[in-house]
Nanobody, 125 residues
Framework: QVQLVESGGGLVQAGGSLRLSCTAT????????MGWFRQPPGKEREFVASISWTGGAKYLADSVKGRFTISRDNAKNIVYLQMNSLKPEDTAVYSC??????????????????WGLGTQVTVSS
């Protein structure tokens, strides 16, 4: 059974940093595009970042470009989201997801098959 577990969330002051981890079990995710999404309180889920199966191509939402970085360690079956210069508007539940096999980065949530439950990130002003 495929399972994704996000970790690394928490409470941080504006301007601070957090590194989220997405650990996969039950499937070797090294062959799949991976993505991070977030859902702010009272709002719809939104795309944050995606990385190709090789790790060679990445795409970040305009709202996080220059502040967030997505990376992957295929040997450990983990995908990371490094978040710097955090802002209060980054407050959300962050979830990772498994995309298509042998794929470039993927922006659309309906192209992802498996989702983690998410980790809460709260940025105070």
């Amino acid at each position: 059974q495929v399972q994704l577990v996000e970790s690394g969330g928490g409470l941080v002051q504006a301007g601070g940093s957090l590194r989220l981890s997405c650990t996969a079990t039950g499937r070797t995710v090294s062959l799949y595009a991976m993505g991070w999404f977030r859902q702010p309180p009272g709002k719809e889920r939104e795309f944050v970042a995606s990385i190709s199966w090789t790790g060679g191509a990445k795409y970040l939402a305009d709202s996080v470009k220059g502040r967030f970085t997505i990376s992957r360690d295929n040997a450990k079956n983990i995908v990371y989201l490094q978040m710097n210069s955090l802002k209060p508007e980054d407050t959300a539940v962050y979830s990772c997801a498994i995309g298509p096999q042998y794929s470039d980065y993927v922006l659309q949530p309906n192209e992802y098959d498996w989702w983690g439950l998410g980790t809460q990130v709260t940025v105070s002003s």
